[in-house]
T-cell receptor, first 112, second 115 residues
Framework: QKEVEQNSGPLSVPEGAIASLNCTYS??????FFWYRQYSGKSPELIMS????GDKEDGRFTAQLNKASQYVSLLIRDSQPSDSATYLC????????????FGTGTRLQVTL | NAGVTQTPKFQVLKTGQSMTLQCAQD?????MYWYRQDPGMGLRLIYY???????DKGEVPNGYNVSRLNKREFSLRLESAAPSQTSVYFC??????????????FGDGTRLSIL
């Protein structure tokens, strides 16, 4: 069974610090990875996507992918209280008709 | 700029009642998905439709049926609701024909309680 694993947290970081969120996946036959942010009571919102090994930066967010080690991470620089949310990692596996497998999410708390 | 629209937003049912959750997208996407989200369980795929005219089971299809009415609309039906189906239901869509790496876009969800 294809799985995506995340630490449920909460991960607590002070305002202005770097938050590091990690995700591992079980199947090497994966094509692409997505990070979604979900505020309490709201729907998932796409933050970043990454398909190739290495880093991908978008503003304060950096996604990192290491296919050999089967992990994906999301770094949030200069964390703000508004970043407090649950972050969902998702993987798309080859031949799955664009289906995504989601992790259970990591809850991030940015403290003042 | 509607994106993915789900109705209703909230619903309370009694055990054994039936209902249909509606989902429509205006992004001309080919693929649509239904998920449920329970505390500590993450998003679990119920059914999906890779393209108009096709539907397939996901991870947790028991107790549900779906209809891909046309390219825009994908409905989820509970024939005989059970308390275990109390959850938040999300519909999503993606345009996989552009390429395999297209993300899924989510609706606002339907909060369903079954007494």
């Amino acid at each position: 069974q294809k799985e995506v694993e995340q630490n449920s947290g909460p991960l607590s970081v002070p305002e202005g610090a770097i938050a590091s969120l990690n995700c591992t996946y079980s199947d090497r036959g994966s094509q692409s990875f997505f990070w979604y942010r979900q505020y309490s009571g709201k729907s998932p919102e796409l933050i970043m996507s990454i398909y190739s090994n290495g880093d991908k930066e978008d503003g304060r967010f950096t996604a990192q992918l290491n296919k050999a080690s089967q992990y994906v991470s999301l770094l949030i620089r200069d964390s703000q209280p508004s970043d407090s949310a649950t972050y969902l990692c998702a993987a798309r596996y080859t031949g799955t008709a664009s289906k995504l497998t989601f992790g259970t999410g990591t809850r991030l708390q940015v403290t003042l | 700029n509607a994106g993915v629209t789900q109705t209703p937003k909230f619903q309370v049912l009694k055990t054994g009642q039936s209902m249909t959750l509606q989902c429509a997208q205006d992004m001309n996407h080919n693929s649509m998905y239904w998920y449920r989200q329970d505390p500590g369980m993450g998003l679990r795929l119920i059914y999906y439709s890779a393209s108009e005219g096709t539907t397939d089971k996901g991870e947790v299809p028991n107790g549900y049926n779906v209809s891909r009415l046309n390219k825009r609309e994908f409905s989820l039906r509970l024939e005989s609701a059970a308390p275990s189906q109390t959850s938040v239901y999300f519909c999503a869509s993606s345009d996989r024909l552009i390429g395999p790496n297209q993300p899924q876009h989510f609706g606002d969800g339907t909060r369903l309680s079954i007494l």
